[in-house]
């Protein structure tokens, strides 16, 4: 069964930049399409990007697209996270899982937060 571990947040004011990290155990990571999503207070967890098996293939919720890329490391078993121009409203716990399919169990995410 894979794990996942997510890392790299901290406090940003507007317009910083993050780059969050998914660290995954187990050798069927890199047969999965990845995403990220976050979760605000009060909020449900929503859709952030997606990124193929291969990293060949990318897609973005339209409220982080130009601003957010996601890529990947097989060898490193690693997914990432590059977020620049970050807003107030970027605030959340991120966390990485399959893109889509059959959900692995959740890590703890790591948190993002963005002063104005």
């Known amino acids: 069964q894979v794990q996942l571990v997510e890392s790299g947040g901290g406090l940003v004011q507007a317009g910083g930049s993050l780059r969050l990290s998914c660290a995954a155990s187990?050798?069927?990571?890199?047969?999965?399409?990845m995403g990220w999503f976050r979760q605000a207070p009060g909020k449900e967890r929503e859709f952030v990007a997606a990124?193929?098996?291969?990293?060949?293939?990318?897609n973005y919720a339209d409220s982080v697209k130009g601003r957010f890329t996601t890529s990947r490391d097989n060898a490193k078993n690693t997914v990432y996270l590059e977020m620049n121009s970050l807003k107030p409203e970027d605030t959340a716990v991120y966390y990485c899982?399959?893109?889509?399919?059959?959900?692995?169990?959740w890590g703890q995410g790591t948190q993002v937060t963005v002063s104005s």
């Open positions: 899982n399959r893109a889509w399919g059959v959900m692995l169990p």
């Open positions: 990124i193929s098996w291969s990293g060949g293939g990318t």
């Open positions: 187990g050798r069927s990571f890199s047969s999965y399409a």
